[in-house]
């Protein structure tokens, strides 16, 4: 069976929700909505790029790590 990459992402983002929740670590636990479902911790649709060399994972990785303070927040810790 094959799937596309936006399938891929929404099954990734499915699992690791639900072991944020399973954790005790989702973002929004305190924010369920009526009918008890939480809010998703995602944006609203996937970002497809392609990491097809190490160059590419270095430039996202140096991306994402600098993306908090960007934001004013601290680092995060991976």
């Not at 990785?61 to 927040?73: F, H, R, S, V, W």
């Amino acid at each position: 069976m094959r799937y596309s990459i936006e399938q891929i992402s929404n099954l990734l983002k499915g699992a690791a929700s639900a072991e944020l929740m399973r954790c005790g670590l989702h973002p929004f636990a305190d924010q369920a909505y009526r009918n008890g479902k939480l809010p998703p911790p995602w944006a609203r649709h996937e970002l497809s790029c392609f990491l097809d060399c190490d160059k590419d994972i270095r430039r996202s990785i140096d991306y994402t790590n600098a993306n908090p303070q960007k934001e004013g927040l601290p680092p995060q810790r991976w």
